[in-house]
């Protein structure tokens, strides 16, 4: 069984972006902001996008990793995806 990190990590490195709702909604991951942040400090550069929540003020942000990242992580490690 893969752990929430190793889910979020892999889903990301796919060039998907994620969001805390996603996060809840596909694998019951609550605390998607404090994996992001483990992530980080392991050397993920993992952006955040903040988009306007339209139907409520504020925003929400989505995490993604950029693809010349993931080219690059894909050359080192061919068969982690």
């Not at 990190?5 to 019951?28: D, P």
Request: charged content about 20%; aromatic content about 12%; cysteine-free.
């Amino acid at each position: 069984m893969k752990t929430q990190k190793q889910i979020v990590l892999e889903y990301l490195l796919r060039g998907k972006r994620l969001s805390q709702r996603g996060a809840i909604v596909n694998w019951s991951i609550i605390r998607l902001s404090s994996i992001i942040h483990i992530l980080r400090n392991e050397g993920f550069p993992i952006i955040t996008d903040y988009q306007p929540n339209l139907y409520r003020t504020g925003s929400y942000g989505e995490y993604y990793i950029s693809q010349d990242v993931i080219e690059t992580f894909k050359a080192k490690l061919p068969d982690f995806l």
